[in-house]
């Protein structure tokens, strides 16, 4: 499986980005992909999944109303769109496969650590 996020860069406070996350070598085996991010010096925190069989999303409290995971089927595509950044979203974001399901509160289970990664991009919200 190879995941190859994009979409992240530099952004006022109050902004919008879209992030992608590419993924080829998805098999049944895997159940969902989320989003995590890790800010310099915080643990990894999982933002958003979305189920791949029928497309369920889940998010963390902090994103709530305005962030929206969504995927493209035909382009092997997971999104993240970020609206009304804040400061505290800077951090490099992850997007992840796994056998992990995408249901409530599974953004907080050990297993997505055993999933298979992207690269990573930056997004920073500053002005």
């Known amino acids: 499986v190879q995941l190859a996020e994009s979409g992240g860069g530099l952004v006022q406070p109050g902004g919008s980005l879209r992030l992608s996350c590419a993924a080829s070598g998805i098999t049944v085996d895997h159940n969902a992909i989320a989003w995590f991010r890790q800010a310099p010096g915080k643990e990894r925190e999982g933002v958003s999944c979305?189920?791949?069989?029928?497309?369920?999303?889940e998010y963390v409290d902090s994103v709530k109303g305005r962030f929206t995971i969504s995927r493209d089927n035909a382009k092997n595509t997971v999104y993240l769109q970020m609206n009304s950044l804040k400061p505290e979203d800077t951090a490099v974001y992850y997007c992840?496969?796994?056998?992990?399901?995408?249901?409530?509160?599974?953004?907080?289970?050990?297993?997505?650590?055993?999933?298979?990664w992207g690269q990573g991009t930056q997004v920073t919200v500053s002005s």
């Open positions: 979305i189920a791949i069989s029928d497309g369920n999303t």
């Open positions: 992840v496969a796994s056998i992990v399901e995408c249901y409530s509160e599974s953004l907080y289970v050990p297993g997505w650590d055993y999933g298979s």
